[in-house]
């Protein structure tokens, strides 16, 4: 296959070399720029796949998609009766990454301010003294009707990560979503399962639209529709992604990592990882370093 660089001379010409990775364009630049001569090996043509979130990626490995996670959460109207009578408090905000970062300080100022306007949080991690079991966070979470998901990056192409995934969605509570560009959203999560911080003009107005929601069930069930109604398929979603938003092409099940390479035919050598693994990112997402 022609390839140069460190390790080229170790591998077998058939074989495929797959480059993983799960952190955002920032850190991997972070970490190149502390590699040394290593670096030469993300330069050299001597991978042939990028296995990432991205969803441009040889083979996707996200942190979630809609379509697994119906299959994963429970499901219909007695379902979503218990999520909603088990909630006890309002917000809850986990995180461990406080000022050491631009984006980090603009978290932490975004949410001094919601509490300001009156919205009640609870704050655990790190950076609040906080340690907690996996199983003992995810309960808490599901005490609370929102969860701050306020990512380490922003606007970083697709990264969506479990906070999104796992801490809200997964832990039955609303998502309040910091981070994502709102187009990346509508290709991969379930609709209607979010509400996105940057379609309000202030902390203020967001925290009025939460208050509401706190008052009014039936409307803060309807982030819960797509749960409660068993007739909404991930082909149907799509469906429907397709129809509002026709500008936005809606992610498909994305194909394993193991059928991927059963019907590989083609011989790809990524001349340059860098390229692919940061550029077509924009400022702020690179200099989002957690």
Not at 124 to 153: M, V
Not at 230 to 249: C, G, N, R
Not at 266 to 274: G, Q, R
Request: charged letters at 30%; proline letters at 3%.
């Amino acid at each position: 296959m022609g390839r140069k660089g460190i390790l080229a001379p170790r591998r077998a010409n058939d074989q495929l070399y797959i480059f993983w990775n799960a952190e955002t364009p920032g850190a991997v630049r972070k970490e190149l720029s502390n590699a040394g001569t290593d670096v030469a090996l993300f330069e050299s043509g001597f991978f042939n796949w990028s296995m990432t979130y991205r969803t441009d990626a040889d083979v996707y490995w996200g942190y979630g998609y809609r379509g697994d996670l119906l299959n994963y959460v429970s499901r219909g109207k007695d379902a979503v009766d218990i999520i909603i009578k088990s909630k006890k408090k309002l917000a809850v905000w986990i995180t461990s990454n406080c000022k050491y970062t631009d984006i980090a300080k603009v978290r932490m100022e975004y949410v001094q301010a919601m509490e300001e306007f009156g919205l009640q949080i609870t704050k655990l991690g790190k950076c609040f003294g906080s340690y907690l079991e996996e199983n003992e966070k995810y309960q808490i979470i599901k005490e609370h009707k929102f969860y701050l998901a306020f990512e380490n990056a922003m606007h970083c192409r697709d990264y969506i990560s479990e906070k999104f995934w796992d801490n809200s969605l997964k832990s039955d509570s609303v998502p309040i979503v910091m981070g994502p560009v709102r187009e990346d959203l509508l290709k991969v999560a379930p609709i209607d399962s979010y509400i996105y911080a940057e379609d309000y003009d202030s902390a203020a107005e967001l925290v009025q639209y939460l208050l509401y929601l706190d008052e009014n069930e039936e409307e803060y069930r309807k982030y819960f529709r797509w749960r409660e109604d068993m007739s909404l398929t991930d082909d149907k979603m799509i469906a429907t992604i397709e129809e509002k938003h026709p500008d936005i092409k809606p992610m498909r099940r994305p194909k394993g990592l193991c059928d991927a390479v059963l019907e590989n035919k083609d011989i790809k050598v990524i001349n340059s990882l860098t390229k692919v693994l940061v550029a077509n990112d924009p400022e702020e997402c690179l200099n989002s370093v957690h």
